[in-house]
């Protein structure tokens, strides 16, 4: 029996005791697992009170259960779910009742929606939007997941994968007929270039987005630097709010870099502390977690560079948000807090997402790094294409045009991304 003629089956609902669980079920067998289990397969998609039998004829549960016919659903398949009382026996036991089938099977992880991938109700990229969703911690990201969802990248890569195979169509059109004195090459060329000059520059403009989807995927990193007690630590715990870094008068309390996720403003913010900087340090593990704190530094979105209010002025850091800290203990001017007292946190905060909205703020197309390399070759191709110019060989024109049709084939899926799929589809929870 190959993969696709098993019927799939995962909870759809957290583990553990509540009030409902979802069982879902994708695949042929679909009516006849609902008809051996509930005595009948329900009407069509109309949830439905049933008594739900063991194997042996035993009572598992009285739920709702509905019954989907394909090709209309999620999978393209037959679907099914199983409402039931949210006990742990209870689930146990029609799981039991499902795995006693031989044509029947265990999800594993993403399954549900690589079968609509496989079966064309979704491309690569709605299948990418899936799993944003599912992640999504602030309402920035929600909105993003769902507007590529809606297909928002998929249909403007379509468009432009469309018309780049028509001038490839043309192309070859000129090469095999080009003995025949019919074909105005002059102008085939003209017309091919100006189209593909189109397309190359609205991927252009797509890719100068400042990566603007990717970090609201994977969120805006702010490292807090500076000099030993400089009051790292006791900032990040009172913009935290709550204690998650150990806060001690000895320099070189902090080893490695200590990593808190916040929604400010609706936009996903990392906060980082880090190994204090300076650079006499004898301490092997010291000097290693400077190392570490150089490397946050140079791939951090932005650096405050904190310096205590009773401490010597410090080597400025450009294009950093210097921080004076400890403003308890004194000192005028500049951005001034205090971890301890609470004293311009809110400025602080504010300034933070100024930067933040203003490295993602606004639709993003983009929103992975494989979507960014993908229509980066592409472009690069078409280029080479325009490079050339009219009178280059149709030859190599056809074969830019065929790697640039390709590169964008990538991006929904159409080509190339067997790899990539076992990969992406390992990271959804079972039941999704």
């Known amino acids: ?55 042996t004829g035993d009572i598992l549960d009285r739920g709702m259960v509905v019954w989907m016919p394909g090709p209309g659903t999620f999978t393209g398949e037959d679907m099914a779910e199983l409402h039931l009382h949210g006990g742990l026996a209870v689930r146990a036991g029609v799981i039991a009742a499902l795995i006693a089938r031989i044509d029947c099977r265990l999800a594993e992880p993403g399954a549900f929606t690589r079968r609509a991938f496989e079966n064309g109700r979704i491309d690569l990229t709605e299948a990418e939007a899936v799993a944003d969703l599912i992640d999504a911690e602030t ?20 468009q432009w994968r469309e018309a780049l195979i028509d001038c490839l169509a043309a192309t070859e059109a000129a090469l095999d007929f080009s003995d025949e004195g019919d074909v105005d090459d002059a102008a085939l060329d003209v017309a091919l ?22 970090r609201l995927r994977e969120g805006f990193t702010v490292v807090l630097a500076g000099p ?83 401490g010597e002025p410090a080597a400025p850091m450009p294009g950093a948000l210097a921080v004076r ?32 909205q203003a490295a993602m703020g606004g639709d993003a197309l983009i929103t992975r790094d494989r979507h960014r390399d993908a229509l980066t070759r592409c472009r690069d191709h078409l280029s080479r294409l325009l490079a050339n110019g009219p009178g280059a060989l149709p030859e190599f024109a056809a074969e830019d045009l065929r790697l640039a049709v390709r590169a964008l084939g990538e991006v929904a899926g159409h080509v ?17």
């Open 139 to 158: 309402e920035a990201q929600r909105r993003q997941a769902l507007r590529q969802l809606d297909g928002e990248l998929g249909r403007q890569v379509a």
């Open 416 to 432: 190339g991304v067997e790899e990539m799929l076992d990969r992406l589809f390992s990271e959804f929870c079972i039941g999704k």
């Open 228 to 310: 030993p007690n400089a009051g790292k630590s006791t900032l990040l715990n009172a913009l935290a709010q709550r204690d998650v870094a150990i806060v001690s008068p000895v320099a070189g309390t902090t080893r490695d870099a200590i990593e808190v996720r916040c929604d400010l403003g609706g936009l996903p913010v990392i906060l980082v502390d880090t190994a204090g900087l300076r650079d006499d340090t004898s301490d092997p593990v010291e000097a290693e977690g400077i190392r570490r704190t150089k490397n946050w530094i140079e791939a951090a979105d932005l650096v405050l560079a904190l310096q205590p209010s009773d």
């Open 193 to 214: 270039l100006a189209r593909a000059a189109t397309i190359r520059d609205a991927i252009t403009s797509a890719l100068a987005d400042g990566r603007r989807g990717e």
């Open 1 to 55: 029996m190959t993969p696709h003629q098993h019927t799939l089956f995962a909870p759809a609902t957290g583990s553990g005791r509540s009030a409902v669980a979802v069982i879902r079920l994708t695949g042929p067998a679909c009516a006849a697992l609902i008809a051996e289990l509930c005595g009948t397969c329900p009407p069509p998609r109309r949830l439905s009170l049933r008594t739900l039998r063991g194997p």
């Open 325 to 356: 800290t400890k403003s308890d203990l004194g000192g005028e001017g500049g951005l001034a807090v205090s971890g301890v007292t609470g004293h311009g946190l809110d400025a602080l905060l504010d300034a933070i997402q100024d930067r933040a």
